[in-house]
């Protein structure tokens, strides 16, 4: 469902690259470089008024991604055009705290997503999403921070899944239109 691409999305730019609307008001604060892990879990997930099954591992899905400015400037310059059939985030805050809207539709159903986005130092950050839309409803946590250099094999922009213990790369954001 794009809705949930565009929640991953969300998460994801918020844990490992600073997201904006059109960089008309927020300036985020920067992230060190490095490697950065992020948590994101599901919870209170209901389809149609009935619990949802289980989306992802108990623990929350794990991702990484590997951050320098430039491929958080791409990142950031990607979440301003908003994804296809989204509209354009909006974002409000500054400093450590900002807050975000948005809504997609795809085939006649929509989703509408809020939350906010606490920025706990340049090495922690925090979402909180909550989401709506036709027939579900369910809220977002994410958790990111800073776990040192990037390893041997993995350069800056890379991103992908950690499972197992071992990072699983799924692409690089400085390659992505």
Wanted: charged share 15%.
């Amino acid at each position: 469902m794009r809705a949930s691409r565009l929640a991953v999305l969300v998460v994801v730019a918020g844990m490992f690259g600073a997201a904006s609307s059109a960089r008309a008001d927020p300036n985020f604060p920067p992230r060190k470089a490095g490697l950065w892990e992020g948590t994101m879990k599901m919870s209170n997930m209901m389809m149609n008024g009935q619990p949802a099954p289980s989306m992802g591992p108990a623990g929350g899905m794990v991702t990484f991604s590997c951050v320098d400015p430039a491929s958080d400037l791409k990142l950031e310059k990607r979440m301003a055009a908003g994804e296809p059939g989204c509209s354009v985030p909006v974002w409000g805050g500054s400093g450590e705290n900002y807050t975000f809207t948005n809504t997609c539709s795809n085939g006649g159903a929509s989703t509408s997503m809020a939350g906010k986005m606490t920025y706990v130092n340049d090495e922690h950050i925090i979402i909180d999403m909550q989401i709506s839309g036709t027939g579900m409803t369910g809220n977002m946590h994410g958790d990111s921070h800073w776990s040192g250099p990037c390893p041997d094999g993995i350069v800056p922009g890379d991103f992908g899944m950690v499972m197992g213990g071992n990072l699983q790369k799924e692409g690089n954001v400085l390659n992505m239109p």
